[in-house]
């Protein structure tokens, strides 16, 4: 069986996970048991850090480097949301410092409704509800 680089590459980074990637992870799965979760979900082009796929929800972590990279993250966040998804990111330090806070955002995210699917764009991707 052939597997997609998209796939081992995904593999090779839930192996290799960070202290706050694993963190979040023990979060997610104790304060939102009846929502499935997945670490280093490969959507489109992209490896996002973790996806909650049924709600069209990608969470990216970003650390120190990204905070030179905003127009990178800006051009990875409008692929994500061409798939369908939407898009939240926090700081390594707001998980290590503010757990409970980044889980209430994440909440609160969960509980909007996804975005509707667009029939004209690409994939179906989604738009905005008005």
Not at 43 to 59: H, M, S, T, Y
Not at 101 to 124: F, K, Q
């Amino acid at each position: 069986m052939i597997l997609r680089s998209k796939t081992l590459l995904a593999r090779q980074l839930r192996r290799d996970g960070t202290d706050v990637e694993k963190r979040l992870w023990r979060a997610l799965r104790e304060k939102f048991p009846h929502w499935k979760f997945r670490r280093q979900h490969p959507i489109g082009k992209r490896v996002v850090d973790f996806a909650c796929p049924a709600r069209k929800l990608a969470i990216e972590l970003d650390g120190g480097r990204h905070d030179d990279r905003k127009d990178a993250d800006a051009l990875r966040s409008t692929e994500l949301v061409d798939h369908g998804y939407r898009v939240i990111r926090f700081w390594n330090n707001e998980v290590f410092d503010n757990i409970e806070g980044v889980v209430e955002a994440i909440r609160l995210t969960l509980e909007n409704s996804p975005p509707l699917p667009d029939p004209r764009r690409p994939n179906g991707a989604a738009r905005e509800k008005r």
